[in-house]
């Protein structure tokens, strides 16, 4: 994403390093989803097993919580 927008800033702009835009918004969307991806990384459990819940439990919980 961060090369995408970086080829988009050149097509109709200049092509001189000097004048190079280098934070659009794509490359901000890009920096800041390494900075959340590699958060959560950091911070997610190793291993995440969810909760066994049977069909029935589903059904009776869904049709008194809407009574």
Known sequence: MFLLGV????IYG???LG???????????????LVA???YALTAP???TPPRVSLL???IVSVFAFK
């Open 37 to 39: 991806a590699g958060f």
């Open 46 to 48: 190793k291993y995440y």
């Open 19 to 33: 004048e190079l835009r280098i934070f659009g918004v794509l490359q901000r969307l890009a920096v800041s989803y």
């Open 57 to 59: 439990e589903i059904l």
């Open 7 to 10: 080829s988009l800033n050149t």
């Open 14 to 16: 200049s092509n001189l």
